[in-house]
């Protein structure tokens, strides 16, 4: 059963690098886009792996089932230039590297100092844990401001976002649709006894 | 000062003298038509606010043949109508778009079928055959059945050259898409494309691509006896059965001044209201299935099958009855005629509450053609659109009582009339003037007049049967109208009819032969399907799909 | 031996979905015959049954063609994904308590919407890889339409966990007994149900594929059994929204009289039935009406009911 388990991970880490270095190099940004899914949903399979089921669906639930599908739309859409984004290239790099490098570094820095063997084993789960009751509680007592501060934080921005996006367009045409159903056929036809010439 | 008098003094116009018909006719010089057309619908009062058909005629002369075009104009005013006709000297005419736009397409049916080029034309393509056509088929010259002409063949490799005609501009511009709505696709009703330029969702211009359906109906006209050619007017208009062979009769009785028996007028009108109900339950069901909704379909041909059930026992044809003759109808009604007609005519009431139900008075059916596909009255003119789409403007016009005919001026109906124009308005008065035919039947049922169905006095109505094999002058008069030996004296006559497609008329042109020297049938779909590159605009593809919808055109009535 | 039972078991299950997604579009077309006055398939087999086995073979033995245009392995991958998502939602949907195959998993309603956002994905690359502009404007539809709906659809089924306390499946259609959670919650029913519907993409829904406005929408271009799968996966779908909505609203097992697993399948073909008779009778909106609907109403009135449901929770406690 550890077997399986440990043959697992190495599969889903595997297919999780793989998948994620697709991410940068694919040519076509839809393609890339969707390592970045395949590679959320080797993420969420690891998790599974450790026992956080809560947190394995979840990350498929917001990352796979509303992020990534707003980027997809997003980029589907795009009519991408990809030698314009190329020009690009050359002058950028300087910077991109030197925050890849500071990445690096830090990446470094936090291993150094918490090496992995020196991190206490977790002890055993007891066998009623319930994991999405017990992140629960942790968020909502011990974690409790945080978490609103995040959620007010998240609030501002959807306003900031509709805010920014909400505009008339004077050239489309558009109806209201409550004025379009509240309508009685005898208030639009009218039966009109026509005469003909007179004869 | 009297019209015709301002045409001969401003515009040397001249009066015709083989207009067999009561429309004022005049010849006009080259020169004269633009100014004549913008006097008579800028100055004029009222003014010549429909163009309603537009077409050419070769003549054969003396001195070879001689092109003209054919201008009929209409005022919307009971009765008050106009024919223009213009000799042409060469093979070019000033184009009329700038006063008409509706001559758009009529100018380009005419480059079309009969190489006459107009000047100043915006946009002369060929319409309704492909670009890569040879010959202009309706010249005297060019033969009369498809099997004396050369194969039409294409060779192997060149497919990919000849589709590239059909797309002259398909580069569409910076950020917007080339959109096929057609030629095969469930929205568009039958075979036609329409190309349309969208930004986002939105529709920025629409070019209607027809002729997909083109059978050249007036060209075959010219190969047929008067008789002969009643079976092809079912076909126009698929859907309307005799509504299409009314008009033509109309002009070939015009030409041949026949009187059509009573009986026989009440006979066509009931028919005709017969075949108005069912024409509209299908355009009821199937606009249904554009919005999306599958129950008004099998409703409406429900009650269809009803009307098409009697249609068929009245006449022994369904969908095309072929029934009217030159002179009257083929038979008299059965016996028991009004015990049909009558049960019918409830259930058809009844089930036109479910139909109701399942459209206009539904929530998402209002919310989808409420304030969709508008059409105003000044743009119904400006197009030459008539019958549903112009009442659903307001403009209360129905030439069942405006220019009453058949049995329609003993019968009592209204004209219901919509104030919006919109997909909605001309879905209620589809449902409407249901109603309203079903009113006249059950008056027909009261008030059918006896007598005889045939005029038998007439030269060209076609001889009763049973009575050729009873006395030898009938018999040699029938195999002479058989072999095509004799046709009305030569003139030429305007019938028009109010079908369910919007106006028909047939323009027929006798040189006194059995066979039309030129016909010309002027549908409804037509102008219909023209508006649609201005009412396009600016939908987005679903509402775009509802209001070409709602016009209500029918593919064969479009291309002929 | 064991395990191996199991994986047959498993495989009759399966197989035993896929006839009811076959019966199913047989019935669905039998019913809208009933509804609009005609008869429907009702030649092959008693009543016309056989229709079902004639449609799935005629399907299976189409010439398998890709479009040369077509990103060929999305474009493979897409019918699968949708038929995927589908039925593995059943894997932790319980006929009655005990019946289920992923036994009571603590968090399997959280499974369900994790899958459904996986549909999506179906959909969206099954339009954007043929490559075909109808295609792509159905697949848009369908990801923007999806999106909208899952949010009012999340926030009723939140109100219910909140109420009942659990994100299993079997706790929450325990929690529905004596008392049919619709009795507390009729808001979020309709919000689930409406939602429900936008979610399998069916008429009055059908946006995505809309006939008469984008051909077929976002399976123009798929035809034999790659489009069999998105149609199995409409189905399925269809099932696993009526199941859950007789789980988690309709008071799942219980009933009177008849074995709990039989109650939940016959509430289950209830809300099917309904479901057939929208689709007969209703049109389509537009799709921005739809949109607008889905963010203007439905997601108002979710935060809404949520809300309600949390006040009464907090005053009078959970079930």
């Known amino acids: ?199 | 000062m009297l019209l015709a008098e301002i045409l001969q003094r401003r515009f040397a116009a001249h009066p015709a003298g083989d207009a067999r018909d009561e429309l004022p006719d005049f010849w006009l010089p080259e020169s004269q038509i633009l100014p004549a057309l913008a006097y008579l619908r800028q100055e004029r009062e009222p003014a010549m606010r429909l163009l309603f058909d537009l077409t050419a005629r070769e003549e054969e002369t003396a001195s070879g043949s001689q092109l003209c075009l054919i201008y009929h104009l209409h005022s919307l005013q009971p009765g008050d109508w106009l024919r223009l006709r213009v000799s042409l000297t060469g093979e070019k005419a000033p184009s009329c778009c700038a006063i008409y736009p509706a001559a758009n397409w009529y100018e380009r049916e005419i480059y079309d079928l009969f190489g006459i080029v107009f000047t100043r034309h915006p946009d002369l393509r060929r319409i309704l055959l492909s670009p890569d056509w040879e010959g202009h088929p309706l010249r005297k010259a060019e033969p009369l059945r498809a099997t004396e002409r050369p194969p039409l063949r294409f060779e192997r490799g060149c497919l990919q050259e000849q589709l590239a005609v059909y797309n002259p501009e398909d580069a569409p511009g910076e950020g917007e898409m080339l959109l096929n709505v057609g030629p095969h696709h469930p929205g568009t009703h039958g075979i036609l494309r329409y190309r349309l330029r969208l930004r986002g969702e939105r529709v920025v211009s629409v070019d209607p691509d027809i002729g997909y359906h083109h059978r050249g109906v007036e060209k075959i006209a010219e190969g047929h006896s008067y008789h002969n050619f009643i079976p092809y007017t079912d076909r126009v208009d698929y859907l309307g059965g005799v509504l299409g062979e009314w008009p033509y009769l109309r002009a070939v009785e015009t030409l041949a001044d026949i009187r059509v028996p009573e009986r026989a007028e009440g006979i066509r009108t009931l028919l005709a209201e017969i075949c108005r109900i069912e024409s509209h339950l299908v355009w009821l069901g199937s606009y249904g299935n554009d919005l999306g909704t599958m129950g008004p379909a099998f409703y409406a041909f429900r009650d269809r099958s009803l009307l098409l059930d009697l249609i068929e026992d009245f006449t022994g044809g369904r969908l095309h009855p072929q029934f009217f003759r030159i002179g009257g109808v083929a038979e008299d009604l059965p016996e028991d005629w009004q015990e049909k007609l009558r049960p019918v005519l409830d259930r058809v009431e009844a089930g036109l509450r479910d139909t109701q139900a399942l459209s206009i008075d539904n929530d998402i059916f209002r919310a989808r053609t409420r304030g969709i596909g508008q059409v105003s009255t000044a743009m119904a003119e400006r197009w030459g659109a008539t019958s549903i789409v112009l009442r659903s403007t307001g403009s209360a016009w129905d030439l069942r009582k405006t220019e009453p005919y058949g049995f329609y001026p003993q019968l009592q109906f209204a004209v219901p009339t919509a104030s919006d124009g919109d997909a909605w308005s001309r879905t209620a008065l589809h449902l409407e003037e249901i109603h309203e035919s079903i009113t006249i039947l059950r008056q027909l049922l009261r008030m059918m007049p006896s007598g005889p169905v045939l005029a038998r006095d007439a030269a060209e109505a076609l001889m009763p049967k049973d009575r050729t094999l009873q006395d030898i002058e009938t018999l040699i008069h029938h195999f002479e109208q058989m072999a095509a030996e004799f046709g009305p004296p030569a003139g030429v006559a305007l019938g028009l009819g109010e079908s369910a497609r919007g106006m028909l008329g047939y323009f027929v042109c006798s040189d006194g032969g059995p066979r039309p020297q030129r016909l010309r049938v002027r549908t409804g779909s037509f102008p219909h399907v023209q508006m649609i590159t201005e009412l396009g605009q600016g939908l987005a593809i679903p509402d775009f799909i509802a209001s070409i919808g709602s016009l209500d055109y029918v593919l064969a009535d479009l291309d002929r | 031996m064991l395990f191996f039972a199991q994986i047959v078991a498993m495989f009759v299950t399966l197989l035993v979905l896929l006839g009811i997604a076959g019966f199913l579009v047989f019935a669905e077309r039998r019913v809208l015959g009933l509804l609009q006055n005609r008869l429907g398939p009702n030649r092959l087999g008693p009543l016309g049954v056989g229709q079902a086995l004639a449609d799935a073979l005629k399907l299976l033995c189409k010439e398998d063609f890709v479009p040369p245009f077509a990103s060929g392995l999305l474009y493979r991958t897409a019918p699968i994904l949708v038929a995927f998502s589908a039925l593995a939602g059943f894997a932790v949907l319980p006929l009655a308590p005990g019946i289920s195959w992923a036994g009571d998993w603590e968090i399997g309603l959280l499974l369900i919407l994790a899958l459904s956002s996986l549909h999506v994905y179906g959909v969206f690359l099954g339009g954007w890889s043929s490559n075909n502009k109808f295609a792509l404007y159905g697949a848009i539809r369908a990801v923007a339409q999806l999106i909208s709906y899952e949010l009012p659809m999340g926030l009723a089924l939140l109100a219910l966990v909140l109420l009942a306390g659990s994100l299993a499946l079997q706790g929450l259609g325990a929690a529905g007994q004596p008392v049919p959670l619709i009795v507390y919650q009729p808001l979020g029913f309709l919000i689930f149900f409406i939602a429900g519907i936008a979610e399998t993409q069916r008429l009055p829904f059908d946006l995505a594929e809309a006939e008469s406005e984008l051909v077929a929408g976002y399976h123009t271009e798929y035809g034999g059994m790659r489009f069999g799968y998105f149609f199995l996966g409409e189905y399925l779908g269809l099932v696993l929204i009526a199941a859950l909505i007789s789980l988690l609203y309709l008071g799942a097992w219980s009933g009177p009289w008849l074995p709990g697993w039989l109650w939940m399948l016959l509430k289950t073909g209830f809300v099917i039935g309904i479901f057939f008779w929208l689709r007969a009778s209703l049109p389509r909106p537009r799709y921005d009406q739809l949109l607008h609907w889905g963010w203007n109403a439905l997601l108002p009135l979710a935060i809404l009911n949520l809300l309600l449901t949390a006040i009464a929770a907090a005053l009078w406690g959970t079930l």
């Open chain 1, 1 to 199: 059963m550890m077997l399986t388990t440990t043959i697992l991970f190495y599969v889903f880490s595997a297919i999780l690098l793989v998948s994620a270095l697709l991410v940068i190099t694919a040519r076509n940004p839809v393609y890339s886009a969707l390592y970045l899914v395949l590679a959320f949903f080797n993420a969420a399979a690891l998790f599974l792996l450790l026992g956080a089921e809560f947190l394995g669906l979840i990350l498929i639930l917001v990352y796979v089932g509303a992020v990534m599908v707003l980027f997809l739309f997003v980029v589907m859409m795009l009519d991408i230039n990809l030698e314009r984004l190329k020009e690009g290239f050359l002058r950028y790099l300087p910077l991109g590297l030197a925050i890849a490098i500071v990445g690096v570094l830090e990446m470094v820095a936090v291993f150094w100092t918490a090496p992995i063997g020196r991190v206490p084993a977790p002890g055993p789960i007891p066998a009623n844990a319930d994991n999405t009751r017990a992140l629960g509680e942790l968020l909502y007592t011990h974690y409790l401001y945080p978490f609103e501060i995040a959620a007010v934080i998240l609030l501002v921005a959807i306003i900031a976002a509709i805010a920014l996006t909400l505009r008339r367009r004077p050239d489309t045409k558009s109806q209201a649709v409550g004025k379009q159903v509240a309508v009685a056929v005898r208030e639009r036809l009218r039966m009109v006894d026509l005469r003909g010439p007179k004869p």
